[in-house]
């Protein structure tokens, strides 16, 4: 674990000296796209809700956690092969510093949301206690989605540029652009199959409404999150010694 800390300590480090502003465009990229998607539906497509600027952000930032650690972790095995070929190392690390450093930027912007939140006048309430549950059932989420992808890209290179066409789908799937409690009993049945959704609603229900979260629709989650992690970990073991092997082909 200590190594895993380390590594993301250095990867952060590097990451944030690559541009002039560093760690700040940690901020500034999801405000900017919070601006695009603000015209896109709310000024031109009239789509937009009451408060739509605090409805579009609190869906937009866990939204990304998943997002950008799923296309980051996806490749963490496949682009380590000088690294495989020079030392053991579990190949599990790999995309758990993935997931480690994308963590440490979501929070860093999950702050931001928070203090905009509060600004706008939003209702802080006891709801606020279940935050910690839902961050942790998204986080494993995250991790189990991402050890699958790690696992299986070695394999199959070209499987990252699909997920990430799959991840632009799985945006508008998710609720973050409308309210899906708006919609049908059927259609919310079908959008209730994307576990994002309920992810989601649950971060609105406590920051925009300040009413507990569903803990039905969070327990299926973590159920589900649960099944991915253990799946990505035996996955990852399994082909733990055969990852090097294929960087030779």
Not at 35 to 45: A, K, N, Q, S, W
Not at 214 to 227: M, Q
């Amino acid at each position: 674990m200590g190594l895993a800390i380390f590594k993301t300590y250095a990867d952060l480090r590097a990451e944030s000296a690559r541009t002039y502003v560093g760690f700040l465009w940690w901020i500034a990229e999801p405000l900017l796209s919070l601006g695009v998607y603000y015209i896109v539906f709310e000024l031109i497509l009239d789509r937009g809700t009451e408060n739509y600027v605090a409805f579009l952000f609190t869906g937009l930032v866990p939204w990304r956690w998943l997002s950008t650690t799923l296309v980051h972790g996806s490749g963490s095995i496949l682009f380590a092969d000088n690294l495989m070929q020079q030392v053991y190392l579990p190949k599990v690390l790999f995309p758990i510093v993935a997931f480690l450093t994308d963590t440490f930027k979501f929070l860093v912007v999950f702050a931001v949301l928070l203090v905009f939140v509060r600004i706008s006048g939003f209702p802080l309430g006891w709801s606020y206690l279940a935050l910690p549950l839902v961050l942790l059932v998204q986080g494993l989420l995250v991790i189990g989605v991402t050890l699958i992808a790690a696992g299986i890209t070695p394999f199959i290179p070209d499987l990252r540029v699909v997920l990430e066409n799959l991840v632009r789908v799985w945006l508008f799937l998710s609720g973050i652009f409308y309210d899906v409690g708006a919609l049908s009993a059927d259609a919310q049945w079908y959008f209730r199959l994307n576990p994002m959704t309920s992810v989601i609603e649950a971060y609105r229900h406590i920051l925009l409404d300040g009413v507990w979260p569903s803990f039905a629709w969070l327990s299926i989650v973590t159920v589900l999150a649960l099944a991915l992690c253990a799946l990505g970990a035996l996955l990852i073991h399994r082909f733990d010694y055969t990852y090097p092997k294929l960087a030779n082909r």
